[in-house]
């Protein structure tokens, strides 16, 4: 029995909302175990630790924190709710009050929004000294969230191994951007258009 074109519409759309749903919930988990990771860090070395984005800013962090304010929370919008905030921009470093080599430093879903990659990256370096106090958190590049969430700029991963950081991203193509984006109304419209006899039941 082959699926109409609008049932495979809805089923397409509803295993995107799964695969991009458990792929919020991976990434709210990763962003716990990483700020869990980055506080032991900055206790163990004695360094402040750094929190670098809004943490109520997320769609999904303003319904449940993932991580805290640490002891000092940079964004450029500021951080309402964290005690010591410091309004800046870090790809307009270096930020006033945070010194070179000193604080371990937690990013989450930050670096994908920057109009500057290497101008951020190479200010939380300064901040962070080396690698090892470095935790980043990254939006899965394979996502539509990835994608077509408002503002994204690049995708991919930032890697640390040790003493060495990988940077595995790229910006986000607006002619793909725009296939997504057209490819998804399609399917909207297939789901959820009515069809002739539809049409006709109505009053």
């Not at 991580?67 to 930020?95: L, Q």
């Amino acid at each position: 029995m082959s699926l109409s074109p609008k049932l495979f519409a809805r089923f397409a759309l509803g295993a995107a909302t799964i695969v991009e749903g458990i792929a919020a919930l991976t990434r709210h988990r990763e962003r716990e175990l990483a700020f869990d990771a980055a506080i032991e860090r900055a206790k163990a070395t004695g360094r402040r630790l750094v929190v670098i984005g809004d943490p109520d800013a997320g769609a999904h962090t303003r319904i449940h924190r993932a991580y805290g304010c640490g002891d000092v929370c940079i964004d450029k919008n500021g951080c309402p709710a964290c005690p010591v905030t410091i309004v800046a921009d870090i790809t307009h470093g270096p930020i006033h009050g945070v010194d070179d080599d000193s604080a371990v430093v937690f990013v989450s879903c930050v670096l994908e929004y920057v109009d500057d990659l290497h101008a951020a990256l190479g200010e939380i370096s300064r901040i962070a000294g080396v690698a090892e106090n470095v935790f980043i958190v990254s939006v899965q590049p394979w996502t539509l969230t990835a994608r077509l969430y408002p503002g994204a700029r690049w995708r991919g991963r930032v890697v640390n191994h040790g003493s060495e950081q990988t940077v595995h991203m790229k910006s986000v193509d607006r002619e793909e951007r725009l296939l997504i984006a057209t490819a998804l109304g399609l399917t909207l419209a297939t789901a959820f258009w009515p069809n002739k006899e539809e049409r006709e039941r109505e009053p």
